[in-house]
């Protein structure tokens, strides 16, 4: 049988077609996959990421766990998955304290990664409001008062923070400076320890997300003295913005998202995308998610960049005026 230049050209490249598909395509997930928190476990982003890994581990078919690594302000978790295969099997789930602490420790010359260069964003996967607290024990209903109780008393206030260099100590420093007031700062490895201090009354001030301090808010146990959104969050509708109280520089939108190795492949960082944000916008989760305070969002990659690098132009002058050493 004689077979013609033209087919046999054609067959060559049907199967050259082939042997060109990237067989990592087909095979994700080849194993399980990881999820990198940088901060101990109980805070609001080990609880997203918890109950993103449960319905991403249900739809993928592979187990999805989570992995806390905290300390240095988030920088050795983040670092673990920059340095990670780029493979998509390690994932980061950050917070408002990624832009701020990779630049207060690239300030520093301290960063062992470069955020610039070094990961891909999959999803923003949920908005969550920012909120200063505070002791009940302090005699002031929001933060304009605690500026004026400062001012007017020599007290000995302590603010605490998720780390060196985190949004809370960025805000801590900025409202210090705002209301020229003094505070000492505290560092803690995370939420979960920070908010332990904070009820105990050793220290006095405080602040995270807002699903990590809810239900005390809500039972009295901490009060809140603003919030750092644009506007009033429905779930403290009484409680008034940072704006409201003249302190516009410490206006900041809250979120929580996910990235991955630099160069993982573009269908891969597509199928994570897909996978997390079908995640938060079940009907479960996205209940829980409300009930928490948080909002379901489910963005593409190029809107977690973008905000990571807003946020990072935001407050790089101010991080850089006020020198603080990450």
Same mark, same amino acid.
């Given at each position: 049988?004689?077979?013609?230049?033209?087919?046999?050209?054609?067959?060559?490249?049907?199967?050259?077609?082939?042997?060109?598909?990237?067989?990592?395509?087909?095979?994700?997930?080849?194993?399980?996959?990881?999820?990198?928190?940088?901060?101990?476990?109980?805070?609001?982003?080990?609880?997203?990421?918890?109950?993103?890994?449960?319905?991403?581990?249900?739809?993928?078919?592979?187990?999805?766990?989570?992995?806390?690594?905290?300390?240095?302000?988030?920088?050795?978790?983040?670092?673990?998955?920059?340095?990670?295969?780029?493979?998509?099997?390690?994932?980061?789930?950050?917070?408002?304290?990624?832009?701020?602490?990779?630049?207060?420790?690239?300030?520093?010359?301290?960063?062992?990664?470069?955020?610039?260069?070094?990961?891909?964003?999959?999803?923003?996967?949920?908005?969550?409001?920012? !909120?200063?607290?505070?002791?009940?024990?302090?005699?002031?209903?929001?933060?304009?008062?605690?500026?004026?109780?400062?001012?007017?008393?020599?007290?000995?206030?302590?603010?605490?923070?998720?780390?060196?260099?985190?949004?809370?100590?960025?805000?801590?420093?900025?409202?210090?400076?705002?209301?020229?007031?003094?505070?000492?700062?505290?560092?803690?490895?995370?939420?979960?320890?920070?908010?332990?201090?904070?009820?105990?009354?050793?220290?006095?001030?405080?602040?995270?997300?807002?699903?990590?301090?809810?239900?005390?808010?809500?039972?009295?146990?901490?009060?809140?003295?603003?919030?750092?959104?644009?506007?009033?969050?429905?779930?403290?509708?009484?409680?008034?913005?940072?704006?409201?109280?003249?302190?516009?520089?410490?206006?900041?939108?809250?979120?929580?998202?996910?990235?991955?190795?630099?160069?993982?492949?573009?269908?891969?960082?597509?199928?994570?995308?897909?996978?997390?944000?079908?995640? !938060?916008?079940?009907?479960?989760?996205?209940?829980?998610?409300?009930?928490?305070?948080?909002?379901?969002?489910?963005?593409?990659?190029?809107?977690?960049?973008?905000?990571?690098?807003?946020?990072?132009?935001?407050?790089?002058?101010?991080?850089?005026?006020?020198?603080?050493?990450?």
């Amino acid at each position: 049988m004689r077979i013609s230049r033209r087919n046999l050209n054609l067959g060559l490249a049907a199967t050259l077609g082939t042997w060109a598909l990237p067989s990592w395509s087909q095979s994700f997930p080849s194993k399980p996959i990881r999820i990198i928190v940088p901060f101990p476990a109980g805070g609001t982003t080990d609880i997203v990421a918890r109950l993103i890994a449960q319905r991403m581990s249900e739809s993928m078919g592979v187990a999805v766990t989570v992995d806390n690594r905290g300390g240095a302000g988030g920088a050795i978790g983040a670092d673990a998955v920059a340095k990670s295969a780029p493979d998509g099997h390690t994932l980061l789930m950050h917070n408002i304290t990624f832009p701020m602490s990779s630049v207060s420790q690239t300030l520093a010359g301290r960063s062992p990664f470069n955020v610039d260069t070094d990961f891909a964003g999959v999803s923003i996967s949920v908005y969550v409001p920012f !909120v200063l607290t505070a002791n009940p024990s302090v005699p002031a209903k929001d933060l304009r008062e605690l500026a004026q109780l400062l001012r007017s008393q020599k007290l000995s206030y302590n603010y605490g923070s998720t780390g060196p260099g985190s949004a809370m100590h960025v805000l801590g420093e900025a409202f210090k400076r705002e209301a020229k007031v003094d505070m000492e700062h505290i560092a803690f490895k995370g939420a979960a320890p920070l908010k332990q201090e904070l009820l105990a009354g050793r220290i006095q001030i405080g602040g995270d997300q807002l699903s990590s301090s809810l239900a005390e808010l809500r039972s009295g146990t901490l009060k809140a003295l603003a919030t750092t959104a644009s506007k009033r969050i429905a779930t403290l509708p009484d409680v008034p913005t940072v704006r409201e109280l003249g302190f516009a520089g410490l206006e900041l939108e809250g979120w929580n998202g996910l990235f991955v190795a630099a160069k993982t492949p573009r269908e891969i960082v597509e199928r994570l995308q897909r996978e997390s944000a079908a995640a !938060v916008r079940h009907p479960e989760v996205a209940k829980r998610l409300a009930e928490l305070g948080a909002e379901a969002v489910g963005s593409n990659g190029a809107a977690q960049e973008e905000m990571l690098r807003r946020q990072m132009d935001q407050f790089r002058p101010i991080i850089k005026d006020m020198k603080i050493d990450a």
